[in-house]
């Protein structure tokens, strides 16, 4: 990651890295993660993009970075994903294979039953997720998009416990077993203890953060005593947390009383985050939580000591060991924080959505946090609005099974591709005819300079 | 032994060194011995002792070893639990005590040590589990059988895994080439009547997701953990929305694979035990095991995986070589795909009669850790995955007799061992030096 910019201070960690690289090679340094310290260190698991979350690129027009900048870049992904998305819907649509037959005689209405199967999805899918306009009043047309705050909840805690993780250069795909874990240790104050209101609600919390917490610095610790592979210890303790969430339903001191359902007790009433916009809306106390952890992480990140000593190990864990930063202790430190980040998401999810503990308590909520950090490109607000679309993108999903037929499933099409597209500018732009003059479509290909460091370190 | 030369400890017992260097003898003095196998091996130990031996229940466990199909009948192997359990236990202490000595000489544990170690306490935890059953007789033939057949996806994918990484590319996106090897090769079965033509979809299909793999991670040089696990929900998603729309809509005509059959070699398949595992398979089960030794050999015999692990161990230097880095990359990567794609193609032509959604059900990912457990070795994760295959057939074994293990432990096993592994119980596990890192000519 070599930066031309020398105000970056990301910069200055590299002292290994070429400065001054020809403009061509910035943008592909910039993606790749260069980062690796000889033997000593894993190489760092993330794109500089993801962790830094600045342009790729020197100074440059105004007009030049609107169009070519991450922003426009993130919009034309999700564009092209959303239009392969309704591709896919098309050509299993039943009017669009009736047309198809008489193609060539009447082209016309070949296409316009491709339009309206695309957008009839979709139109149903912002239904379900932002405005019903059927709605008989105001407060119903906008259930919807309460419904998507509701879901969007556990996956901005969760994408930011991911995103710090990126920032710091460690790949956490442990999302999903510390909202698991969280959602145990939550679920049990929850249901087992009698407490008076606030406290107990309280203590769910910080059950389910500690519960997070643990299991996510476990993983910390680990790797840092061990120099295990953060990836794949977090995908074995994902199923670890799952099969022991099952053990546990399995038991009788989870289950209700007189049930051998795997399925816990409904949460006691003084232990649920309150509905706060009335209860004609699932949206809980829990979604104001994440706002609180955004501002959290995003302090932590930028203006705290320790955020700084965490983008310096992701930066560079070589230079920052010899600047004086413990990198073990950074290691466990994110990793835990992560984790208490993914814990919020389980106590989201037992307190506030679901009020029991069932062994689906985390959906796919750990795995769809990955997708969210990387389009919200690891920076706290990007993560948080990522959060959002990948939540009116579930809460739309149903709407739109019910209503068109077309499967969920094309949402997880959709977000995969957003990510794709989003981790790799030089398609998009290309796709668009937006690369920069002198480049051709291959851009990312074409620079000299980028790795000369990339190599076996 | 000669960490003398790096680190000249106070106590240690001159220059000379024990026993005679040999290369492998070099290459470990390079790292001291550290207490971590010793202890562990204790640990476990102690373990067996206690719950297999003293814990240990008080019943005969039957082992039935033939099946009737077999030319010759062998006896059912009885052997009372709680004296099994006390004597493999005290014989793993004894082992366990072995490696302390050697420790405090200074040496590490011969590569024997572990191996014999871990078949022990499987062979203790085995007899303390099938002891412990309400029924305890269980067959040592199915077991195995069964544990090669539940292995046969795992050994393909993480061949792929073997073949990316050697390469310098890191494939988490073997779940995604099990999973659209499956789900192609149960459409185009159905729709051609013919298996084979299913088989060789598959290998397509994991060959078009390892392209995806490899153009984003080679070309646009995106981050390839980032693109692999995309990748799985991409397949995931991709998978379910044409189940959803396409395979349920007409079962008979998208969704309805003829099976391949088991291929019988005659006398042969009769012999017990390894009779039925090597010579009663399926197609997909003899090719597996054709991968394992060709990749093998491939890699460690041949100039092209001289050439293949240059690539994946210093592409600097192999550049310098001639030899063309990202194309190197790329289609070794496409054939990895290839191979877990007929790997995945096993869930619909052999195990189950059609295509459901998410039928991989997260072996992609045990594929993965089973070539970390084997080294990035073709031998070794063969090795691995049936260690797998057996956890996950003794999983539903043990269900069925009623044994007080909780399934979910049972479960829970492979994962655990693949933490301990990485975490450096069975040695250090090193990936190739240029794993996860892109190349751009410099």
């Known amino acids: ?457 | 032994m000669s960490t003398t030369a790096t680190s000249p400890l106070p106590g240690n017992k001159g220059p000379g060194s024990p026993r005679p260097d040999t290369g492998s003898g070099v290459a470990k003095s390079a790292k001291p011995v550290t207490w971590k196998t010793p202890v562990l091996l204790a640990l476990l130990g102690v373990v067996a002792f206690v719950f297999f031996g003293l814990m240990g229940p008080n019943q005969t466990a039957e082992f039935g070893i033939s099946t009737d199909s077999d030319f010759f009948q062998l006896p059912a192997v009885e052997v009372p639990a709680f004296l099994g359990g006390i004597v493999l236990s005290v014989i793993l202490l004894g082992l366990a005590a072995y490696a302390v000595f050697l420790k405090t000489k200074d040496q590490a544990a011969p590569a024997w040590l572990p191996i014999t170690f871990t078949v022990l306490f499987v062979a203790a935890f085995l007899i303390w589990v099938v002891g412990g059953a309400r029924t305890p007789s269980i067959s040592l033939a199915g077991l195995i059988a069964g544990s090669v057949t539940l292995a046969v996806p795992l050994v393909f994918g993480s061949l792929s895994g073997v073949l990316c990484e050697r390469v310098g590319v890191v494939n988490i996106a073997i779940e995604g080439q099990l999973l659209g090897g499956a789900f192609t090769a149960a459409m185009v079965a159905t729709m051609t009547r013919s298996p084979l033509l299913g088989l060789l979809a598959a290998a397509v299909a994991g060959a078009v997701v390892s392209m995806v793999l490899a153009v984003f991670s080679i070309k646009y040089l995106v981050n390839q953990i980032i693109v692999g696990v995309v990748l799985n929900v991409l397949v995931s998603g991709l998978t379910g929305f044409l189940f959803s729309t396409v395979m349920q809509a007409n079962k008979a005509q998208f969704n309805s694979p003829p099976g391949l059959d088991n291929i019988e070699i005659p006398v042969l398949s009769g012999i017990p035990i390894i009779g039925p595992i090597l010579f009663k398979q399926t197609l997909v089960g003899y090719l597996m095991y054709v991968a394992v030794i060709v990749v093998w050999l491939g890699l460690f015999k041949t100039k092209w995986g001289l050439r293949v692990r240059a690539v994946g161990e210093h592409p600097q230097a192999a550049d310098t070589m001639g030899i063309k880095v990202n194309a190197t990359r790329f289609w070794n990567v496409t054939l990895g795909g290839a191979i877990a794609g007929i790997g995945g193609s096993f869930f619909t032509l052999v195990a189950i009669d059609s295509f459901t959604k998410e039928i991989s059900g997260g072996r992609g990912f045990i594929a993965l850790a089973a070539l970390i457990f084997g080294r990035w070795s073709p031998i070794g994760a063969f090795f691995a995955a049936l260690l797998f295959g057996f956890a996950d057939n003794l999983q539903s074994i043990v269900t069925i007799i009623g044994t007080p293990v909780p399934s979910q432990f049972m479960a829970m096993l492979p994962y655990l061992v693949t933490v301990f592994a990485v975490a450096g119980l069975v040695g250090r596990s090193r990936p190739p030096a240029a794993s996860g890192i892109p190349y751009v000519k410099g």
């Open chain 1, 1 to 457: 990651m070599s930066e031309k910019d020398p105000r970056k201070h990301e910069a200055d960690l590299h002292p290994d890295k070429p400065r001054g690289a020809t403009p061509a090679a910035e943008e592909t340094a910039a993606v790749v993660a260069l980062d690796t310290a000889g033997g000593a260190m894993e190489p760092s698991a993330v794109p500089a993009t993801a962790q830094s979350g600045k342009l790729p690129g020197g100074p440059d027009t105004l007009v030049r970075k609107i169009f070519t900048g991450n922003g426009m870049v993130s919009i034309l992904a999700v564009f092209l994903a959303l239009i392969i998305g309704g591709l896919l819907i098309a050509s299993t649509d039943e009017q669009v294979g009736r047309t198809s037959a008489y193609l060539f005689a009447r082209p016309a209405d070949f296409l316009t039953a491709v339009w309206n199967a695309a957008t009839g999805s979709y139109i149903a899918l912002f239904q379900g997720s932002i405005f019903n306009p059927r709605g008989s009043s105001v407060g119903v047309q906008f259930a919807p998009f309460m419904e998507t705050l509701t879901i969007a909840t556990p996956l901005i805690t969760a994408g930011l416990g991911v995103a710090l993780a990126f920032r710091a250069g460690l790949f956490n795909i442990g999302a999903q077993g510390q909202i698991i874990m969280a959602g145990i240790l939550a679920a049990w104050v929850g249901f087992a203890l009698d407490l008076p209101l606030g406290l107990h609600l309280l203590l769910v919390l910080v059950a389910g953060i500690v519960g997070g917490a643990l299991w996510g610095g476990l993983v910390g610790l680990l790797k840092a005593r061990t120099g295990a592979h953060e990836v794949i210890l977090t995908i074995m303790f994902n199923y670890i947390a799952l099969y022991f969430l099952r053990y546990l339903l399995n038991t009788p001191a989870f289950q209700r009383p007189g049930d051998s359902n795997p399925i816990s007790p409904i949460l006691d009433p003084n232990a649920v985050y309150p509905q706060i916009l009335g209860t004609q809306y699932r949206l809980h106390l829990g979604f104001v939580l994440a706002i609180a952890a955004t501002v959290l992480v995003w302090w932590l990140l930028s203006r705290s000591t320790v955020g700084f000593e965490f983008r310096a190990v992701g930066a560079n864990p070589k230079a920052a060991q010899t600047a004086g930063i413990n990198v073990s202790r950074s290691t466990i430190l994110v990793m835990a924080i992560a984790g208490a980040l993914a814990g919020m998401s389980g106590v989201a999810q037992v307190a506030g959505t679901e009020k029991v503990l069932t062994d689906g308590v985390a959906a796919t909520y750990g795995f769809d946090a990955i997708t969210v950090a990387l389009l919200g490109r690891s920076t706290p607000w990007g993560t948080f609005a990522a959060g959002l679309l990948f939540g009116a993108f579930r809460a739309g999903a149903v709407q739109m099974q019910i209503q068109t037929g077309t499967p969920i499933d094309i949402v997880l099409v959709v977000q995969s591709l957003i990510v794709l597209f989003i981790a790799a500018p030089p398609l998009v732009r290309a796709v668009f005819g937006l690369n920069p003059r002198r480049r051709k479509p291959a851009a990312a290909g074409t620079s000299q300079k980028a790795a000369a460091t990339g190599g076996a370190a």
